[in-house]
């Protein structure tokens, strides 16, 4: 992972445009391909972003843009899409690489786990003609906890969480547009399946378009003598 401290200023065009004004940020180049812009604030979530498949080249400013101070250009160019994003650095403050090595992945906590082998057996508590395609369907940015198709056929990405929150919606969000960038795939929707959703996680997800399911444990795991649902 290479991480950058620059003055720099950001544009992106592709199925919007979006402009970040000259300020000091935090770049970082994964090894994947990937690269995101930071800022000093706003939680994890980047500024902006390009995820892989995708290829960075360093370049010479233009005129135009030596006049106005910028030193190095970063043009990032998605390999599927018209999608780039241009980083115009003025000053770098800081430059430096890591190796992290193959990280393990993220270890789900108990009760997740068996919430997602369950609903994987007894996927049709999402509804009618509802089939299981596999668990732990891996993105560039990490795994879907179910990948399913619905009664039409379409393709459904299961988030699953104990308690959901907002941080579960974004995390969603996210692979579902990698994903719908995918012709295979797309168009693909998502359900946010939680023992508990909160309100604010609830309202955003529905926003934007996420279906959220109420999990019930002890009725997924045949507990009672009621037939399996979900509310």
Same mark, same amino acid.
């Given at each position: ?81 018209? /999608? ?45 003609? #509802? ?28 988030? &699953? ?13 996210? #692979? ?41 444990? /002890?009725?997924?795991?045949? &507990? ?8």
């Amino acid at each position: 992972m290479r991480l950058v401290i620059a003055r720099c200023s950001v544009d992106y065009d592709g199925r919007l445009s979006a402009h970040l004004p000259l300020a000091t940020r935090l770049l970082m180049v994964k090894a994947d391909g990937s690269v995101l812009v930071h800022s000093d604030g706003g939680s994890y979530k980047p500024l902006n972003w390009m995820t892989p498949p995708c290829a960075m080249a360093e370049l010479a400013p233009e005129a135009d843009e030596l006049a106005d101070g910028v030193r190095i250009v970063w043009n990032v160019q998605h390999a599927k899409s018209e /999608d780039r994003l241009r980083v115009r650095i003025h000053e770098i403050l800081h430059d430096s690489s890591h190796d992290l090595g193959v990280d393990p992945g993220l270890v789900k906590d108990g009760v997740e786990a068996h919430l997602q082998k369950l609903l994987a057996e007894h996927i049709h508590t999402l509804g009618e003609g #509802y089939a299981l395609v596999r668990r732990e369907y891996m993105t560039p940015i990490g795994p879907v906890d179910i990948l399913a198709r619905d009664g039409a056929g379409l393709t459904v990405a299961v988030e &699953i969480k104990r308690r959901g929150e907002i941080d579960g919606v974004e995390q969603l969000s996210r #692979y579902l547009e990698l994903m719908n960038r995918d012709p295979h795939l797309a168009p693909v929707s998502g359900i946010f399946a939680a023992q508990q959703i909160k309100p604010q996680a609830r309202t955003l997800a529905e926003d934007r378009g996420i279906r959220c399911v109420i999990l019930d444990y /002890d009725e997924l795991r045949g &507990i009672d003598n009621s037939e399996h649902r979900l509310f």
